[in-house]
Nanobody, 122 residues
Framework: QAQLMESGGDLVQPGASLRLSCVAS????????VAWYRQAPGKEREEVGC????????QYASSVKGRFNISRDDAKNTVYLQMNSLEPEDTAVYFC???????????????WGQGTRVSVSP
């Protein structure tokens, strides 16, 4: 069965950087848009950003624009979330999800990862 697996979460101080990875297995990720989501304790899940298949265009939530960057390496079947200037408000479990229909398709994602925890604290 196809799977997505996130990694790279950690406990860091404000201002630090982290890079999360989303690796696909038994799935050719190059055909899928991949979105990153996060869910903070007691809050609803929110989309952080998305990268399309093909041209690799990206879109971001206003809360992370200019600080986060999504990229993909289709040869490695991996999508990355580079997070810079981390703030305590970025503390959450981060998930990746793939969608064959593209970013902002409005449909349920095809596959989800299990999540990786990011904690930002002094």
């Amino acid at each position: 069965q196809a799977q997505l697996m996130e990694s790279g979460g950690d406990l860091v101080q404000p201002g630090a950087s982290l890079r999360l990875s989303c690796v696909a297995s038994r799935l050719s990720l190059k055909y899928y848009a991949v979105a990153w989501y996060r869910q903070a304790p007691g809050k609803e899940r929110e989309e952080v950003g998305c990268i399309s298949s093909g041209d690799g265009s990206t879109q971001y939530a206003s809360s992370v624009k200019g600080r986060f960057n999504i990229s993909r390496d289709d040869a490695k079947n991996t999508v990355y979330l580079q997070m810079n200037s981390l703030e305590p408000e970025d503390t959450a479990v981060y998930f990746c999800a793939s969608d064959i229909a593209g970013c902002s398709s409005g449909r349920k994602a095809d596959y989800w990862g299990q999540g990786t925890r990011v904690s930002v604290s002094p």
